[in-house]
């Protein structure tokens, strides 16, 4: 346990000095808010419902800070760690691997919480976006989203031989995941046709789940069903898949 | 006396290749035990199976009492490894990685003293990237020390860095050595294991070819002395093969090679000055691990190292 802590501690140190990783979960969010808010401002919209647009854009910038730490900061790192040896330096020593594992998670869902707080409150001071009408049941979504997006992201690190192609893949997944999910522009702006394929993206259900939540509409279901689904087949392929060396 | 290590009829394959071959060796408590050969000898196969990196084919291994793959945890807290292929984060800071290595073992010493023993105290804060390829080594071995280890396991040590800091790092491992701590010490450089090991195992194609004392081993050739100078520009020198004590003169690389018995030094001197020849560079050259290589395989290193590439 001890152990744990110091790792995790480091960890978090370390991802704090790699600018680029602490750039994307914690203060591209926030440019994104501020560019888009200035742009579109936050008035109520009846094309939204009544809402403004960065009441519904907020929750995709959730959904792509997840993204973002889940599917490239964890997975990158880890690939990294694996092809320098670094994976290997610890294997010498009785260190049980799973802190290594067990370390990434926390650090991935403390820096995810942490970007998250920083847009929230901001979205709230700024923009006056409503907090989350269910914050306990926002905070449970926010777990299930990391978890399951990690899962994905531990896919990617467990079948890919090096951190550039990690890097790689985990982009062309993301990406598409952003834009259509919600994080460039509300999905309702999309085609019919693109909110279907859409609907195929994990980022897609992360982002319907947290909006429901945030707009006090209650789960839904059908992306929480997925996120499980996901949550459980990436465990799998990544425990049995996953190479230290 | 109970080795430390016990390998016995060890095979591991790699495809079609044969990596170790029936290896079997026994290290003592206490001792520098070399694991010398060219390049793709086997060398570091052998040893990361005997820590548990790999899973041997055939045959059987005993690491202080257990075994590798059984016993990984129980190994680990008790070995000190310095890996040829390893690494740390890059902002890893040197104190926070021997701060976090010290956590992952039940019993570990104070690291400072560590540090400045290896020559590490002024750059505590620097990061892992910014140290320089010989400091990371030495961070390498100061970290497989920091749980006071019985058994060290130091591979391809000193390369890459220059003479003098070398000679200061094998002075280092003697001092390992002598605070009663075994020292296994994998090396392509026959030089290093005849002056540090106290034993050293010959590796060759994946089997041990020669096994024992170096000294031992290079006694054992019988092969006289040697006396080497430049060779003289357009003189014949092969006259020297008449001179007493002498058995055979060679041409090697542009310097003359003359091998014997008795006080070669003197007699080729002497055959030389009543010639009016004074090589300023005239030397006495003594049997080596590289010569025990040549005489057991019939290769030189040299030729192995292109073979392995």
């Known amino acids: ?245 | 006396m109970q080795p430390v290590i016990e390998i016995n009829n060890l095979t591991k394959t790699y495809g079609d290749t044969c990596a170790v071959d029936d290896v079997s060796l026994a290290v003592y408590p206490g001792e520098i035990f070399g694991i010398v050969g060219p390049n793709g000898a086997g060398k570091t196969t052998t040893v990361e199976l005997a820590i548990g990196l790999r899973k041997p084919d055939a045959g059987s291994i005993r690491v202080l009492g257990l075994d590798p793959q059984q016993d990984a945890f129980a190994l680990g807290e008790r070995i000190g490894v310095q890996l040829q292929q390893a690494a740390l984060p890059d902002r890893m800071r040197v104190w926070e990685a021997l701060d976090l290595f010290a956590s992952f073992y039940r019993r570990s010493v104070a690291w400072q003293p560590l540090l400045d023993q290896w020559g590490l105290g002024d750059k505590r804060k620097a990061t892992f990237a910014s140290l320089s390829g010989g400091q990371q080594q030495r961070l390498f071995i100061a970290l497989a020390l920091v749980n006071d280890p019985e058994l060290v396991v130091l591979d391809e040590l000193t390369t890459g860095l220059d003479p003098h800091a070398r000679r200061n790092t094998w002075n280092l491992v003697r001092a390992i050595r002598d605070q009663g701590k075994t020292v296994v010490l994998v090396t392509h450089f026959m030089d290093e294991a005849e002056k540090l090991c106290d034993r050293v195992a010959i590796f060759d194609q994946g089997r041990v070819v020669a096994l024992d004392a170096p000294g031992q081993l290079i006694k054992s050739l019988n092969q006289g002395s040697r006396v080497r100078f430049t060779a003289p520009s357009g003189l014949d020198m092969s006259w020297l093969q008449e001179a007493p004590g002498v058995s055979r003169v060679d041409l090697e690389k542009g310097d003359v090679v003359v091998h014997g018995n008795g006080a070669l030094m003197a007699q080729v001197a002497a055959a030389l000055a009543q010639r009016q020849l004074m090589p300023p560079d005239l030397r006495s050259e003594q049997a080596n691990l590289e010569d025990v290589f040549l005489a057991v395989t019939g290769r030189q290193m040299e030729e192995n190292h292109a073979y392995a590439a």
């Not at chain 1, 401002?41 to 929750?59: A, I, L």
């Open chain 1, 1 to 245: 346990m001890r152990t744990l802590l110091k790792m995790t501690w480091m960890e978090i140190k370390l991802f704090l000095r790699e600018p680029i990783g602490a750039f994307f979960a914690l203060v591209f969010p926030l440019m994104l808010l501020f560019i888009f808010g200035s742009i579109y401002g936050n008035e109520p919209n009846p094309y939204f419902g009544g809402r403004g647009s960065m009441d519904v854009t907020t929750p995709g910038y959730i959904a792509m800070i997840i993204g973002t730490t889940g599917c490239l900061s964890s997975p990158i790192t880890l690939s990294l760690y694996r092809e320098r040896g670094i994976l290997r330096r610890y294997r010498v020593t009785p260190l049980n691997p799973l802190a290594v594992i067990g370390a990434q998670v926390v650090v991935n869902l403390a820096i995810t919480a942490l970007g998250i707080g920083l847009l929230t409150v901001a979205a709230h001071f700024v923009y006056n976006v409503a907090m989350p009408e269910a914050p306990v049941a926002f905070v449970l979504a926010f777990l299930l989203s990391s978890f399951s997006v990690l899962s994905l992201g531990f896919v990617l690190a467990s079948l890919l031989p090096t951190a550039r192609t990690t890097q790689i893949v985990g982009m062309a997944l993301f990406y598409p995941m952003l834009f259509l999910g919600g994080g460039g522009m509300p999905r309702q702006m999309l085609p019919a046709s693109m909110q279907r394929v859409s609907e195929f993206l994990p980022l897609t259900h992360v982002n319907i789940l947290i909006s429901g939540l945030w707009a006090g509409e209650g789960w839904s279901l059908v992306s929480v069903l997925v996120l499980v689904v996901m949550l459980v087949v990436g465990l799998t392929i990544s425990a049995r898949m996953f190479r230290w060396e």
